[in-house]
């Protein structure tokens, strides 16, 4: 048996980090020493996640995972019962459901014919199992270009119909959006996403410094105005454990600030080498 742990909180710094100008011009105290500022961080959010794979034999494993997420106080949980198979070297598949209400089902599966090139397709978890209308998907194409160089194309499929099934629930205006993206070897990753209703350009670069430091920078610019950067550090802190702190900034001001944890993982594919850099 294996296990994986994480944990991720999601703090608001904003008023840590405000300027004391700032601060006292949006009616703050003007004594505000390191520790009121410290105290001034608040939780957004709570992520808690624990999986334990069990293998049943050589292709096949049965995965048990808990989660909990909490927002501004408010949360919910439940168990995800998974049966993973791999069927051969190139072909994976995985579906799953929820143990406890709201009931719910998922699948994905990736197809790897070879090293160089991937195929991906993942089902929104479908909550009414009457099927009244077809499940949304995304689908993922990913193909190494130059020695270098991968391209990553993802179509998310948003809600549509199929003759009359789904007549009912499909939307006036399509809500899918697809992407194309482009990752280097050298940590560099671009990606333009498009849609009716927005589109949205995103840039990160990763790299690994001072014997197993792994720093990360994003941005991400939107059609409607919206603009965020943000950073990154991970560290394998034990052997079997691993831990990161990332801080993100919106344009209107916002900050977000995440503490993550993450014990050990279960990896089952073959060419994961590919597969985990477009995960």
């Not at 697809?178 to 498009?194: D, F, K, P, R, Y």
Request: aromatic share 8%; net charge positive.
């Amino acid at each position: 048996m294996k296990s994986r742990g994480e944990v991720t909180i999601t703090s608001d710094a904003r008023v840590m980090l405000l300027s004391n100008e700032d601060r006292i011009r949006y009616g703050g105290p003007k004594d505000f020493g390191l520790i009121d500022r410290i105290q001034s961080i608040s939780t957004r959010q709570l992520f808690v996640k624990h999986s334990f794979t069990t293998p049943i034999n050589s292709s096949t494993a049965v995965i048990l995972t808990s989660q909990v997420v909490a927002r501004q106080g408010v949360g919910a949980g439940n168990f995800i019962l998974k049966l993973q198979h791999n069927p051969t070297s190139q072909l994976n598949f995985e579906i799953g459901t929820t143990v406890l209400r709201p009931r719910a089902l998922t699948f994905k599966t990736t197809y790897a014919p070879d090293p160089d090139s991937f195929a991906r397709l993942e089902l929104n978890p479908i909550r009414d199992l009457t099927f009244p209308h077809p499940p949304r998907f995304t689908f993922t194409l990913g193909r190494r270009i130059y020695e270098n160089l991968t391209c990553i194309t993802t179509l998310r499929s948003g809600a549509y119909a199929i003759g009359s099934w789904g007549a009912n629930s499909a939307q006036p205006v399509s809500d899918s959006t697809i992407s194309v993206g482009l990752q280097h070897t050298n940590g560099l990753a671009l990606e333009c996403t498009s849609g009716v209703f927005t589109q949205q350009l995103t840039a990160g670069w990763g790299t690994t410094v001072l014997s197993g430091f792994r720093i990360g920078l994003n941005g991400v610019v939107t059609s409607t105005g919206a603009m965020s950067v943000g950073w990154s550090v991970d560290r394998r802190i034990t052997e079997n454990v691993k831990g990161g702190l990332g801080l993100d900034v919106a344009v209107n001001g916002a900050m977000t600030l995440k503490l993550r944890y993450v014990t050990p993982s279960f990896r089952s594919i073959s060419n994961e080498g590919l597969i985990a850099g477009i995960a």
